[in-house]
């Protein structure tokens, strides 16, 4: 029997400072910003993915607080991101950050946080998981989103 072929889990972090502003990384591989988050391996959790992820990339450790959507990539267009052939399941993650201190890595140039109305250009998809997470900033009992 063939192996399925299945979408890939993306596990993704909105963090927010005391400002209210979005931790965002710019991407090495497409030059946009994104939050951040990646793929999840083998033997991990999706909570796990997101705050390995999270420190990879921002250089900050964070707690998971909240499922705050699961997203599909067959909703959107993709224009820029690399992975133009695979479909991804999107989890979506609340997280507090509980310490290290911002560095890029190989996956990101720079590491900035923004403003819900002052947000750089973003990578495919991250816009309505942001305008999704900025909703839940405002209402935190808001349900979790679901596609």
Known sequence: M??????????AVFVTDDAGRVLLIRRQDDGLWAMPGGC???????????????????????????????FSSTCYEYV???????EFTHLLFHAEITGGEPRTSEESTEVAFFAADALPPLS??????????????ADPLMPPHFE
């Open 40 to 70: 999840q391996d083998l033997g991990e959790t999706p909570a796990q993915c997101a705050c390995r992820e999270c420190l990879e990339e921002t250089g900050f450790t964070v707690r998971i607080a909240r499922l705050l959507g699961v």
């Open 2 to 11: 063939p192996r399925p072929v299945t979408p890939f889990v993306g596990c």
């Open 80 to 86: 820029h991101y690399p992975w133009k052939d695979n």
């Open 124 to 137: 495919d998809g991250h816009l309505p998981r942001l305008q999704h997470a900025f909703r839940f900033q």
